[in-house]
């Protein structure tokens, strides 16, 4: 069956470090992959996205890095700070299915 | 303006009970979505709407029943409660089928 799962359900990391959250796949016809912030008591929120066709792309303090050879998603957060403490959640598209699947969640605390 | 609005935000009940909760989209979007969040945070899609029609039903025990009076409106009614769901719900909407998401900030159901 597909899943996408992350390597870690928690990451801890020193406020101003970068933080990677690893994601891996299986379904290779997935074109399009999604990156999502979940803080406490909220829904989940778009933070990046890159499409198949695209190895790596940049936001403001994150980066999404993208090998479909081995089917494994990054999410890079340069000077980690407080406010990032949350859930991320990697979710892959199949636009032509109409289909997505999400990952199971990396908790992500910020210690000052 | 909240983009996508469900109420209630907690709703606390006895085993047994029937409950709906509601979701509103004000982004024009087409599809709509039913999730639901365990406590280990994995998210799970229940129902997937697109202008009005079912797309996606998951597995989910035919207790739950999503209604779509218009493609701005999905909710969600449950019929005789269980202690097992218990979760959160989150209601979600993208401009189409499998895209990004937008979601609602969640309803906490508590069943005792």
């Known amino acids: 069956g597909e899943s996408v799962g992350l390597h870690l359900p928690t990451l801890s990391v020193q406020e101003g470090d970068n933080s990677i959250i690893n994601c891996a796949y299986s379904?290779?016809?997935?074109?399009?992959f999604i990156w999502y912030k979940q803080e406490s008591g909220k829904g989940p929120q778009f933070i990046i996205d890159?499409?198949?066709?695209?190895d790596k792309r940049q936001g403001q303090r994150v980066t999404v890095l993208l090998n479909k050879t081995v089917k494994h998603l990054s999410l890079q957060i340069a000077a980690t700070q407080p406010g990032d403490s949350a859930v991320y959640f990697c979710?892959?598209?199949?636009?032509?299915?109409?289909?997505?699947?999400f990952g199971d969640g990396t908790t992500l605390t910020v210690k000052p | 303006d909240t983009a996508v609005s469900q109420t209630p935000k907690y709703l606390v009940t006895q085993m047994g009970n029937d409950k709906s909760i509601k979701c509103e989209q004000n982004?024009?979007?087409?599809?709509m979505y039913w999730y639901k969040q365990d406590s280990k945070k994995f998210l799970k899609i229940m129902f997937s709407y697109n202008n009005k029609e079912l797309i996606i039903n998951e597995t989910v025990p035919n207790r739950f029943s999503p209604k779509s009076p218009d493609k701005a409106h999905l909710n969600l009614h449950i019929n005789s409660l269980e202690l097992g769901d218990s979760a959160v719900y989150f209601c979600?909407?993208?401009?189409?089928?499998?895209?990004?998401?937008?979601f609602g900030s969640g309803t906490r159901l508590t069943v005792v």
């Open positions: 890159i499409r198949s066709n695209m």
């Open positions: 982004l024009g979007h087409d599809t």
């Open positions: 379904n290779s016809a997935s074109d399009y």
């Open positions: 979600a909407s993208s401009q189409k089928q499998g895209g990004g998401y937008t």
């Open positions: 979710a892959e598209i199949r636009t032509n299915a109409g289909k997505s699947t």
